[in-house]
């Protein structure tokens, strides 16, 4: 390993040593490199990459061990098999006489030799970068250094280690457990190809956070990488939140709550919700001027969507009907305590002579009461952000939606369903702590809404959707409308409602703002059949049919205005629409993954024709957890969830049929 590890300037200077411990009394050790930055630069990156912290480099102790200069010891190394145990003290810059830090161990595996010689062998190696603190927030009590969380649980930087390196077997058995049990669910939502883009994803997302804060009260952070560095975005939380829906909800509630606290202690000024908590990580020093970026209507319809979809999450009375296959795992003790987050780390777990594992994750009664503690402490805020979308998400301002590289646009239909979304999860959010009246008030202004929007946004001979209300022959993937699925509005009004936890009631004393008017119900298709879902199955059926249409070599472009795509928002898109089409943009995806030359870490913004990068190069950008879309609604709304996009099908059955009846007849 090199300097390379601890600094983006490879001119830095890097100081390093190695240190050797006893495992107890075991009779056996560890060995450990550690190398960093001469002159750390706390709190601070250089090219996207941290400018503090010590990288540990851990092996056994009967291993060999060298420190030189790259140029000799690996060449050396080539000739001979071996290291020196010797250690260059000349500290230096990381490409001055380049300093590398080399274990090495030899394997003597030939049964011949003796009956004794093992035929197989192993060595274990672990990598860490210890930071602490990991990044300072402004948090209620102020502008704080943040301590790493594993700090509470080991008293020492070594004891950490120690932990980690004897942890291997079981870190193991439960990543193989979780690798297994993806493989299999992605499989059986997509194909081989799907298999590998969840793999490479799962590790892409994780790899942009860290966690933080204590057993009271965790947190997990969250870096834009690459487009800018801003910290914990609510748009960059948003498109990966369907990895954590499906991996483990509880990290979703963590990467929520900073900007929860941020906002609830008063020190943002603005009524919508904030962009960003900083505008680089790892600084989350907030926007006291309230002059962030501005996505008014996008943010506050994120965070509330988001905020339902993690109540909804909670809810399930058996571990089949949970969002999550490891939700259920674990004992369900609720801390009441109102002071300490709805979802503590305090009492950890031993599970199968594994230490350090979470307790459930709601569940029946205990859900409930998570559920409606979490809402309680920060309800004035959910009512803020949903009064904002009321007064502009119908017909939002010139403004930028997630996809700032596009610029900013009025009227945008996409936009305005999300901020209409944001309203109606609002109405189930009220319902969770009982509030009946809220909850009438914000679902009677969503259905009217949604009702105006469907005229708004449809294109005049009825075939797709337009970009902006007022811009005729354009077009958009509509991918918030992954939203109404996944929190369960579409089955609203069908038989599956009745077996989903999450879906609501229809309130018998409800009543339209107003009636619509007799020119909307003869102007849009959409108004000639029967009301059921939110958005009407309708509007599925024909973005559905409009992406077969104009999809690409490599996937599906993001709208009427350019040729490239968003691949996080091309598999929202493709899992509410018929299983062709899903094949399809999953086929086209897959292609570009396997073929095209963009060769660094995995980007979310390609061009769909040339498969390159369209000038901006996204790369190793967590919004990638997107690409679990289709993971999240196979066990969403209790499982309910597919079921309820069954008359996607029905007209491919019926040409099918219509195909079948044709050739007979010729024959």
């Keep these: 390993m090199n300097g390379q590890w601890v600094s983006g300037n490879r001119g830095s200077r890097i100081t390093w040593k190695l240190d050797q411990r006893e495992l107890g009394n075991s009779g056996k050790g560890l060995k450990t490199w550690k190398f960093r930055r001469e002159t750390e630069l706390l709190l601070s990156e250089g090219r996207d990459q941290a400018e503090w912290g010590t990288l540990h480099f851990t092996g056994p102790s009967d291993i060999r061990h060298e420190a030189g200069t790259s140029g000799i010891l690996r060449p050396r190394f080539a000739r001979t098999g071996t290291l020196e145990n010797a250690i260059d003290e000349d500290f230096r810059g990381i490409m001055d006489e380049e300093p590398v830090f080399a274990f090495a161990k030899s394997f003597v595996l030939n049964s011949s030799i003796s009956p004794s010689t093992p035929t197989s062998d192993s060595v274990l190696f672990s990598i860490s970068l210890i930071q602490d603190p990991v990044t300072q927030f402004a948090s209620a009590r102020g502008l704080t250094f943040m301590r790493p969380l594993w700090a509470s649980w080991f008293p020492s930087t070594e004891k950490l280690l120690e932990f980690h390196y004897l942890d291997y077997v079981n870190a193991f058995k439960l990543a193989g457990n979780y690798s297994a049990q993806l493989a299999e669910d992605a499989y059986k939502s997509g194909s081989d190809d799907y298999v590998n883009i969840a793999a490479l994803s799962a590790r892409q997302v994780l790899g942009a956070t860290v966690f933080a804060g204590t057993p009271e009260d965790p947190i997990l952070f969250m870096k834009e990488i690459s487009s800018n560095g801003n910290f914990q975005t609510i748009d960059v939380i948003f498109p990966a939140f369907p990895f954590f829906l499906y991996t483990n909800p509880r990290w979703l509630a963590y990467l929520l709550e900073p900007l929860i606290e941020h906002m609830l202690s008063g020190q943002y000024p603005n009524k919508y919700a904030m962009h960003d908590l900083g505008y680089h990580f790892p600084n989350a020093t907030g926007h006291a001027d309230g002059r962030d970026e501005y996505m008014p209507v996008e943010e506050c319809g994120n965070i509330l969507i988001m905020g339902l979809a993690l109540v909804n999450s909670l809810k399930y009375d058996t571990g089949a009907a949970a969002g999550s296959v490891w939700s259920e795992l674990g004992s369900d003790s609720f801390d009441p305590n109102p002071h300490t987050s709805a979802f503590s780390l305090k009492d950890l777990e031993t599970r199968d002579g594994i230490f350090g594992l979470d307790d459930s994750w709601g569940g029946s009664t205990k859900g409930i009461k998570q559920a409606q503690k979490w809402v309680n402490r920060s309800y ?45 999860a609002m109405s189930q959010i009220s319902q969770t702590i009982g509030n009946v009246a809220d909850m009438k008030y914000y679902k009677n202004i969503s259905d009217v809404y949604v009702s105006k929007w469907e005229e708004y946004g449809l294109s005049r001979d009825g075939s797709h959707f337009k970009l902006s209300y007022d811009w005729y022959g354009s077009w958009t993937i509509l991918y918030n409308l992954y939203a109404d699925t996944l929190l369960c509005f579409h089955l609203e009004g069908t038989s599956s409602a009745l077996s989903s936890n999450h879906a609501s009631s229809p309130s018998n004393d409800q009543k339209p703002l107003a009636p619509l008017s007799s020119h909307h119900h003869h102007s849009s298709p959409l108004a000639l059949t029967n009301k059921t879902g939110f958005v009407p199955p309708q509007v599925y059926k024909i973005q559905s049919d409009w992406y077969h249409a104009v999809r690409q070599t490599y996937g599906l472009p993001l709208d009427s205005r350019h040729l490239y795509t968003k691949s996080d928002w091309q598999f929202f898109a493709a899992a509410v629409t018929s299983k062709s089409v899903r094949a399809e943009i999953l086929q086209s995806v897959a292609k570009w993954v396997n073929e095209t030359g963009t060769d660094r870490p995995f980007t979310d913004l390609y061009e769909t024709e040339s498969g390159g990068w369209p000038g901006a190069h996204f790369m190793a950008r967590p919004v990638v957890g997107g690409h679990f879309a289709f993971l999240t609604l196979d066990r969403a709304c209790g499982g309910e969830a597919m079921r309820g996009l069954e008359f996607l099908e029905e007209d491919e059955k019926e040409v099918e049929k219509e195909g079948w009846e044709k050739a007979r007849v010729e024959l």
């Design 380 to 424: 004035k805020l959910w009512k803020q952000w949903t009064g904002y979308l009321i007064e502009f998400s119908l017909e939002p301002e010139n403004q930028l939606s997630t996809d700032d590289f596009a610029g900013p646009l009025q009227l945008q239909t996409n936009l305005a369903l999300k901020g209409i979304l944001g309203i109606k």
